[in-house]
């Protein structure tokens, strides 16, 4: 099976242009998470969804950053205007949560943005 | 209180050694503590996991042991090869209702060298 899949794989791009992460899920997993990853702050939480629903958005920095999840199989996350400060590797990650479930994490490969 | 205080951040260790990595977190609702392993260029992935009502797990050379009063747990790697060289993570959650897993809090990752 599919693993998470994440585009793009790499993205450069000038401050104030707006950038779109795209992930999609593991077929049958309700949850899914964006997470940011940057050598200062590690792995944080932006946001997570349970069966397409946004439950928590507190990790999300500010509101040039918005995420979306129209369906089941796909989600995005948006940067609109992009800054330097946002250069980081961005990973979606999914699990099946619920009882039985051990709620393990899959994580895509990532997206690493560079904004110069 | 949602933090979970990983150390050290970087470890070398001598082929056939012991890795240790330890956490510590403050939310006593915590009652979920997985461990992520992460070679460079991918995406974290579930190495182990323990629930607080075990003292200690063990899979392979793999053993996390917990210790529920002073709410701190670790990651002992027996036999270190050099192929464990990642970047570790541990992990902490608490629970949701209806058995949902909630959102997975990161420790700031420990760098793991072990030379041949």
């Known amino acids: 099976d599919a693993g998470v899949i994440q585009s793009p794989r790499h993205e450069v791009t000038e401050m104030g242009q707006e950038v779109t992460l795209r992930c999609k899920p593991i077929?049958?997993?309700?949850?899914l998470f964006w997470y940011r990853q940057t050598m200062m702050r590690g792995l944080e939480l932006l946001i997570y969804?349970?069966?397409?629903?946004?439950?928590?958005d507190s990790g999300m920095p500010e509101d040039r950053f918005s995420a979306k999840m129209p369906n089941a199989s796909f989600s995005t996350l948006k940067i609109q205007p992009s800054e330097p400060r946002d250069s980081a590797v961005y990973f979606c990650?999914?699990?099946?949560?619920?009882?039985?479930?051990?709620?393990?994490?899959?994580f895509g490969e990532g997206s690493r943005l560079t904004v110069l | 209180q949602q933090q979970v205080k990983q150390s050290p951040q970087s470890l070398i260790v001598q082929k056939g050694g012991i890795s240790i990595i330890n956490c510590a977190y403050e939310?006593?609702?915590?009652?979920?503590f997985p461990w992520y392993q992460q070679f460079p260029g991918k995406g974290p992935a579930l190495l182990i996991a323990?629930?607080?009502?075990?003292s200690e797990k063990k899979e392979g050379r793999f053993t996390i042991s917990f210790n529920k009063s002073a709410k701190q747990f670790s990651l002992h790697i027996m036999d270190s090869q050099p192929g464990d060289s990642a970047t570790y993570f541990c992990?902490?959650?608490?629970?949701?209702?209806?058995?949902?897993?909630?959102?997975?809090?990161f420790g700031t990752g420990t760098l793991l060298a072990v030379q041949p």
């Open positions: 992990a902490a959650s608490s629970p949701r209702k209806g058995g949902a897993t909630n959102k997975l809090i």
């Open positions: 990650a999914s699990s099946q949560t619920g009882f039985g479930n051990t709620g393990e994490l899959f």
């Open positions: 323990i629930r607080p009502d075990v």
């Open positions: 939310n006593t609702a915590f009652d979920y």
């Open positions: 969804f349970n069966n397409n629903v946004p439950i928590d």
């Open positions: 077929s049958g997993h309700n949850s």
